[in-house]
């Protein structure tokens, strides 16, 4: 948990609402009266009914933690090593489990450093529950109550979770975060990446910060929300009457999740705060003692962790996670359909395609077939391919005849397995039908200045060094008989439905160069990323010759039309361009 000189705005909200005494903490501090670490047996039926969640497996992962700080200067602050390596241990377990892992890098962090975030494979992802605790801890020392036994906890409930696999009714999201200790960096990065739409997928954010400490107490965040149901229901089946978290609030990730307007709960077993007289009777351990006398301290060790606490507080989440997120029964086999883009247009006579992706969310991939409906009057619609194994993708192809019915349509895509799974996309289908035609080059003469044309310095010109064409003026490039590079470009807009579509321009090569052949010199002529022609010195002529290409493949598209000239170290060719059209008819 991250310390007590926070900024003005979060120290604020804080001490507002702080009742604690802070004073020195004691030498050692007295464990809580049960020692024990077996799962508890007053737990009701509904309760039982989440997995027990090992405590020695727990632990198994502490002295992971306690042996990375040993081989790394003795802690696991953010950007060390040692939190570098404890990422590494915690993400190698997940991907093994099958989750999907990805790693989130915290540019603004005091020690910019990753976040490690996991969701399992399955449930709807606008129904989102997360579940996070700090990785890092502070440079004092390994760090294992403070937060090694959150991130345990989270990583054996975890592991559970994809060694049940069970049917799952949300999409449950494992968090790690990075720079806590420096001022909840990493997750205030996290939330501030998120768009409104995501953060309004996240139903709820659960946080666990030092879930072991050895004179521990049971606080939950906002004990009395709804949010906080199932974590409370839990520790009242013990009979723990679990107390609000005062001494934590605003000191941990759950803080930056609650700003954005997201409902945050978790559990947490006290810090430096001391224990109340009446809290060690109902719970054990001492009164007027620290709960965690080793809070940021070197023996922050395995030693520093009550296995009691810790049980409770593993088995709680896994009470929670189950009661949130899971289903019942065998899991069925299902998958779910998405389009990229959601919002299309094409014009008449022309298409335009999107990507259709499925995914496994429970069970085993199976075959889905797509469809399409909704499209308006004169508007296909084809799937390359028309059917995939969930966890696939395809090509869905929209392609307007030049009669289409134009305007704003949902076109629903339909995956059919054993369920029946939809997405849909919004198309816009533009135009007034038939050939628009006409020439779509614009100043192809060369007589109205550069506009629309971007050229290189001094290649539209009326230099009496080489006669246009028509007119005055015409594309001179090259022609310097020195290593040059010109360029003449010019964005067009090919109108669709139109039986014939042909780019001319008249062309004149000179050039000083005697080989015949060797291309030393060049010009390529490109539409978008397609190469038409290329000539040479080879090709030098007296006068100019005209250059015809059908460019229909480029109907309904704006591209690029690129002349490209490239001259070698000596003797000159200057290919001078004139009177350039792109004629759709």
Known sequence: MRGRTLSAGIALAVFAGMTVTLAAQPATASPSAATTATRPTAASAAVLAAPDISVSNVQAHLTQFNSIASSNGGNRRAGSAGYTASLSYVKTKLQAAGYTVSEQYCSSCTYPSNNLIAEWPGGPADQVVMFGAHLDGVSAGPGINDNGSGSATLLENALVLAAQNPTVTKKVRFAWWTDEEQGLNGSRFYVNSLNSTQRGYIKGYYNFDMVGSTNGGYFINRVSSTTAAPLKAYWDSLGLQPEENVEGQGRSDDYYFQQAGIPTSGYAAGASARKTSSQAAKWGGTANAAYDSCYHRSCDTTAN???????????????????????????????????????????????????????????????????????????????????????????????????????????????????????????????????????????????????????????????????????????????????????????????????????????HIDTAETTTSTAYDKLTVQVGSTTLATYSNLNAASGYTQRTFNVAGFAGQTVTLKFTGTEDSSLQTSFVIDDVTLQAS
């Open 305 to 507: 962790v009550s296995a009691t606490v810790l049980n409770r507080s593993a088995d709680g989440v896994a009470y929670a996670l189950w009661q949130l997120a899971v289903g019942t029964g065998t899991p069925t086999n299902d998958f779910s359909v998405a389009v990229s883009p959601t919002a299309l247009s094409v014009a008449r006579g022309a298409s335009t395609s999107a990507t259709v992706s499925t995914a496994t969310t429970s069970g085993s991939a199976q075959t889905v077939s797509l469809s399409a409906s909704g499209a308006p009057s004169g508007v296909s619609v084809s799937f390359s391919p028309s059917s995939v194994t969930s966890g696939g993708s395809a090509t869905v192809t929209l392609t307007a005849s030049s009669s289409a019915a134009t305007g704003t349509v949902t076109v629903t895509v339909t995956g059919t397995g054993s369920v029946t799974r939809t997405a849909s996309l919004t198309l816009t289908v533009t135009g007034t039908g038939g050939c628009a035609g006409g020439q779509v080059v614009g100043n192809g003469g060369f007589e109205s200045g550069t506009t629309p044309w971007t050229a290189s310095s001094g290649v539209i010109t009326n230099s009496s060094g080489q006669a246009a064409r028509t007119g005055s003026y015409k594309a001179w490039l090259d022609g310097y008989g020195s290593t040059h590079t010109d360029t003449l470009s010019q964005s067009v807009t090919v109108p669709a439905g139109c039986a014939s579509y042909t780019l001319s321009f008249w062309l």
